[in-house]
């Protein structure tokens, strides 16, 4: 399908929205998944983080939803509040002057507000697996003419705490339906899971978007493991600085946070163990650039969009290149320029390495001068200079 068909194929609002945006053109996983979607035939996609599929799906959705009609047809499931409220907002964004409705539904939310949702027949649904099954149950959300379910970020609601409500809430459904899954990880385990539920699915796969230039650096600094903390304070302090700190254990995370605000950093903390007003308030202060820098793991950050993010840190060394791809694609997305900052030991140096080999990736080494990056130092072991000097005669024993 050409890009300039698929662009006409959409209704004036959303070719309105597109320029408005300035899109140039689709990226490779939007103009792959939009005849599918169109055609009514089940996806299975795969795509790095960053390439735009929350769009690929939102896109052919938008276009063939019947707007006249006061039915529920189309069910988003995503696994986190933030993700829920990213995609819905969205939906608000290039829906705007449409009589299209839209509602976003998260546990822990005030039930009377949320079931007053409902009653403005929403024709599409957002929400967490757990919160849409609740409705379900209750009888307030009917589910008999819904058209078509997303499985957002796909993998981390297969998971086994996931699994029986979202297949739940897919059997809620008639045998018609459309099941899309979108992900920028699918394994064959992730495919299985769904068999019973998808009908000859279309497998799209994009390892890498040619149609992304991005200008991503990737640069690293070495440190003692005690020295980490330093290092992430500088990076904290640089100018125009937007910075996603990514660390492997919430333990760590909190530990280093609370050093940080007791050195006066202003930076926010992502926990997936926060409760939903401290969470909120972390993404919303980093978004409008409250916060110069953001703590997060890599459970509590996924799905997560923050635009204008110009600094990836990987504060812990990603152990694969899937984990380093996720990571770093948050940043210099749809072109723009980014940094991917690593902070090892010495001993972790050969293991980056071999990381951005594997990724086609250069690495450069750097250090701080007057509060700046600057390229490392050659260091070399310094050796003794040569005497000029006679050694002087041994005396002879008297």
Known sequence: MKTASFIQEMPSFLQEAWKKEGFQAP??????????IMDGQDVIAESPTGTGKTLAYLLPLLTKLDIKSIH???VILASSRELVMQIHQEIINWTAGTDIRCAS??????????????????????????????????????MHEVKTIVLDEGDTLLVPEHFDTVTAIIKSTMKDRQLLLFSATVNNEVAARLADYIKEPASISIKKDATLSSNVEHIYFICEKREKLYVLEKIARLQDVKALVFMKDIVDMEFIATKMKYNKMNIAALSADGNKSEREQAIKGFRKGIYPMMLSTDVAARGLDIKGLTTVVHFDLPRTLEQYTHRSGRTGRAGNDGTVISIITASEEKELKQLAKKLNIQVSKKEFFKGGIVDARKTERPTAPRSTKRPSPKRKKK
């Open 105 to 142: 539904f998260i546990g822990g939310a005030n039930s009377k507000r949320q079931l007053e949702k409902l009653k403005k027949k929403p024709q599409i649904v957002v929400g967490t697996p757990g919160k849409i099954q609740e409705l379900i149950q209750q009888k307030k959300m009917k």
């Open 72 to 74: 529920l047809q189309t």
């Open 27 to 36: 990226t490779n996983i939007q103009e792959q998944a939009f005849p599918y």
